[in-house]
């Protein structure tokens, strides 16, 4: 089962932009499905953008239009490039990734956006 640790967590001004990467163990070329979820303070865990192999990406409505989804094959990294951030994007951020032996998700990585 693949294994996933993100990186590029951190505080930023509103407005502000940061990206996020999730290096996966393996070849994301076998990952059937990568994520990219959310938790803010005293929430529950929230979708936030998916790529499949077949290259369909989906956003939710909340990111759509800021956010972007992206994978890098030759370095086995999918990312999260987050613009036009507002403080009601902090939250643990997480990657999430789908293969044949099962589902695996990272350990999260802190976004904070101040005003």
């Known amino acids: 089962q693949v294994q996933l640790v993100e990186s590029g967590g951190g505080s930023v001004q509103t407005g502000g932009s940061l990206r996020l990467s999730c290096q996966a163990s393996g070849s994301i070329g076998g990952l059937n499905y990568m994520a990219w979820h959310r938790r803010a303070p005293g929430e529950s865990r929230e979708f936030i953008a998916s790529?499949?192999?077949?290259?369909?990406?989906h956003y939710e409505d909340v990111v759509k239009g800021r956010f972007t989804i992206s994978t890098d094959s030759a370095k086995n990294i999918f990312y999260l490039q987050m613009d036009q951030l507002k403080p009601v994007d902090t939250a643990v951020y997480y990657c999430?990734?789908?293969?044949?032996?099962?589902?695996?998700w990272g350990q999260g990585t802190q976004v904070t956006v101040f005003s």
């Open positions: 999430q990734a789908e293969d044949t032996e099962g589902v695996s």
């Open positions: 790529v499949r192999s077949d290259g369909k990406i």
